[in-house]
């Protein structure tokens, strides 16, 4: 995603608002909304405007052209994914506030040991651990820090640097004293510095990326993805948290153990070197920072027990297998994964900070603050995205009331020749080049109306394609302008345009090969999608009512 210069905002604003307006405000409700849809398309790819400004483009433009009434535009703004991303980006802050993110990385660190293969190993598994629950930017913001730490103990460390002795003694190349170029402020110890360095700042992208893939709160591409199928397809209760945690985790296992080979190949190479003195002191400094955490403080272990009671509620809700705890209430339908993340976020700004004392007084015993402030809150909550997903929902109403997803849904009997498999890969593929220069949430948000019309002109059961290309989406991983943690990880210097590029290509090919072998194996048992579902032909007419 590129930032445009304030010259060619007024551009594209003349362009879009002279004529074409003045026509589209003449023509029917499919032209209109057309219209309205590629205003919003132009903004989104060229980001004129922040994307949250650009999502309020349908507010006023359906209400003006007639397409829909503004109360009816508003309603898509705010939905059930909505008070899911808050109850968890309020347990996401308590996380943040009290250090829990840096205790499991150290701890982890710790275990591993710096020997940079496990090295990686480690910080890709805690990376990928905190991003199911964390956005894939907050983790590698709360991770790259500490990677940074490692870092600088394994470049700036004296070490003996390898010896040949022939005629003289003269210096490897590998361990030749390197240089990145006149933008960066690092000076290498050796060549295998340099690449331990690229190696581990890559590996924390590429696990953010995976991690978000395993729940259905890991990435704002698959809660706009549940919120547009759920209100597309209202009859289809079949994606959930667990059962998208059952599809996607093999995935992302397959993923992080593939990406280290990868990588580990890549950069560091298939030899094996005894543990450096470097490396050694690196454990040390590892040591020391865990020290200066102290104990577990309560605030903490509270923040533990949300994280795993919440999981533990949204997976036993509705299993599907065995009856769940949502059967206990004689109303079906009314409690969701929202409800549970709402209910807990709620109660930590409940629970105070510091752990009761009981049989005994203290002075500040009044005075005490909770475990998380709305400030706390606030500074976590990204307003962006909620705005951003209303637009796209507003978008794909405005697209169904007009009639014009019927119309690109006539478009695509082309590819009615073709095997599903073939259709599903080639969208994977589309997305997969897009998402490289657009925003993840820009381009499912775009695609999603055109793939279910396509998908029920087709016959095609929509999951079969709607999830692959989900998780193809979030495979913006070659360029620093993809995603913010490639932007946040190209920040620190290690790495050029070139590196990402080249590593950034192999963890594409690995996902996509992994998603479609996974929508064609297991996924297909889970979700039942060898038949085209009622659910799915009953949708327009149940969403009009």
């Known amino acids: 995603m590129f930032c445009p210069s304030y010259s ?35 903004y989104w790819v060229s980001e004129a405007v922040p994307l949250g400004a650009a999502a309020l483009v349908p507010a006023f433009l359906y209400p003006l052209f007639g397409v829909m009434k503004s109360s009816e535009v508003a309603a898509e703004y705010f939905k059930n994914t909505t008070l899911l991303l808050m109850g968890v980006i309020c347990v996401a802050a308590s996380v943040e506030k009290w250090n829990l993110h840096k205790r499991i990385a150290l701890r982890m660190v710790m275990m591993a040991g710096a ?13 990928t651990v905190l991003s199911m629950w964390l956005s894939n930017t907050s983790t590698t913001a709360m991770v790259m820090p500490i990677v940074e730490a490692v ?22 190349e590998e361990n030749k004293p390197i240089e990145l170029g006149l933008t960066t402020k690092y000076r290498y110890q050796t060549r295998h510095d340099h690449m331990v360095c690229k190696c581990l700042s890559l590996s924390i992208s590429y696990a953010a990326t995976i ?21 597309h397809y209202p ?14 985790f093999p995935i992302s296992l397959i993923m992080l153990v593939l990406t280290w080979f990868w990588m580990h190949w890549l950069f560091l190479g298939c030899n094996k070197k005894k543990k450096t003195k470097r490396e050694e002191m690196s454990e040390r400094r590892i040591q020391e920072e865990y020290k200066k955490l102290g104990n577990v403080s309560y605030p903490e272990m509270v923040t533990g027990v949300f994280f795993i009671l919440m999981t533990l509620l949204w997976f036993t809700r509705e299993p599907g297998f065995v009856p769940g705890w949502s059967s206990f209430f004689e109303k079906k339908g009314y409690r969701t994964d ?29 005075t005490l603050d909770p475990i998380i402030t709305w400030k706390d809150f606030q500074k976590t909550m990204p307003w962006e995205i909620v705005v951003l997903v209303g637009g796209g929902y507003a978008l794909a109403a405005g697209c169904k009331t007009s009639g014009l997803s019927t119309w690109i849904g006539r478009q695509m009997l082309s590819f009615s020749s073709l095997p599903y498999w073939a259709v599903t890969l080639l969208a994977c593929i589309l997305v997969s080049l897009i998402t490289e220069f657009v925003s993840n949430p820009a381009t499912i948000t775009i695609f999603l109306p055109i793939l279910c019309s396509m998908v029920k002109t087709l016959l095609i059961n929509p999951l079969y394609t709607l999830i692959p290309v989900t998780m193809c989406i979030s495979f913006a991983v070659m360029l620093p302008v993809g ?29 996509l090969a992994v998603v479609m072998v996974a929508i064609n194996t297991w996924g297909t048992r889970l979700f039942q999608l060898n038949s085209f579902p009622e659910w799915a032909a009953v949708s327009n007419i149940t969403n009009q009512t």
Request: net charge neutral; charged share 15%; with cysteine.
């Open 235 to 248: 009859k289809a209760e079949v994606v959930n948290f667990g059962t998208w945690f059952l599809f996607s």
């Open 151 to 172: 870092l600088q103990e394994l470049v700036n460390a004296e070490e003996e640097h390898e010896v040949i002795s022939t005629a003289g003694s003269t210096i490897t």
């Open 115 to 127: 020997k940079p293969g496990m090295l990686l190993l480690c910080f890709m598994c805690c990376t």
């Open 211 to 231: 991690g978000g893939l395993t729940t259905i709160i890991g990435t704002s591409t698959s809660l706009i993805f549940l919120e547009h199928f759920n209100n």
């Open 483 to 511: 995603n913010p943690p490639n932007a946040i990880v190209f920040s620190y210097g290690h790495c050029h345009i070139k590196d990402m590029v080249k590593a950034g290509l192999g963890v594409n090919l690995i996902g």
């Open 338 to 366: 929202a409800t549970v993340s709402v209910f807990l976020g709620f109660l930590l700004f409940l629970i105070p900070a510091k752990k009761p004392c009981f049989g005994r007084r203290e002075k500040d015993i009044n």
């Open 8 to 42: 060619v905002k007024p551009f594209i604003s003349i362009i879009l608002w002279n004529w074409p307006f003045r026509w589209a405000l003449m023509q029917s409700l499919f032209t209109s909304c057309a219209y309205v849809l590629i205003v919003t398309a132009v």
